[in-house]
């Protein structure tokens, strides 16, 4: 059975930091990435990784200040996420997909999802 956790959300104020984790198990995927849902919003892709390269992407508003990477051997995703801004505000997903190819921001392309971390940036 695949089962992803998320954990470390929380409350924080601006310029803060958090990071984010995402425990993995029941199979090995070939992509995983972090997706937010603020209240009242779609939900949006933030960033990705490739599991076995390593390959990276974030989206430009997230671009110098959140890292995402994983643990190979603990088949853990971490999403490092400083310099927070009030908008960063949202639930934050960890979500997995076997493919290697699959378009990072493609929510579709995923075929599992974490129960989301909820983080909230004061101002």
């Known amino acids: 059975q695949v089962q992803l956790v998320e954990s470390g959300g929380g409350l924080v104020q601006a310029g803060d930091s958090l990071r984010l984790s995402c425990a993995a198990s029941?199979?090995?995927?070939?992509?995983m990435g972090w997706f937010r849902q603020a209240p009242g919003k779609d939900r949006e892709f933030v960033a990705g990784?490739?599991?076995?390269?390593?390959?990276?992407y974030n989206v430009d508003s997230v671009k110098g200040r959140f890292t995402i990477s994983r643990d190979y051997a603990k088949n853990t995703l971490y999403l490092q996420m400083n310099s927070l801004k009030p908008e960063d505000t949202a639930v934050y997903y960890c979500?997995?997909?076997?493919?290697?190819?699959?378009?990072?921001?493609?929510?579709?392309?995923?075929?599992?999802w974490g129960q989301g971390t909820q983080v909230t940036v004061s101002s």
């Open positions: 029941g199979r090995t995927f070939g992509t």
């Open positions: 979500a997995a997909t076997v493919s290697p190819w699959v378009a990072y921001g493609r929510i579709s392309g995923y075929d599992y």
């Open positions: 990784i490739r599991w076995s390269g390593g390959q990276t």
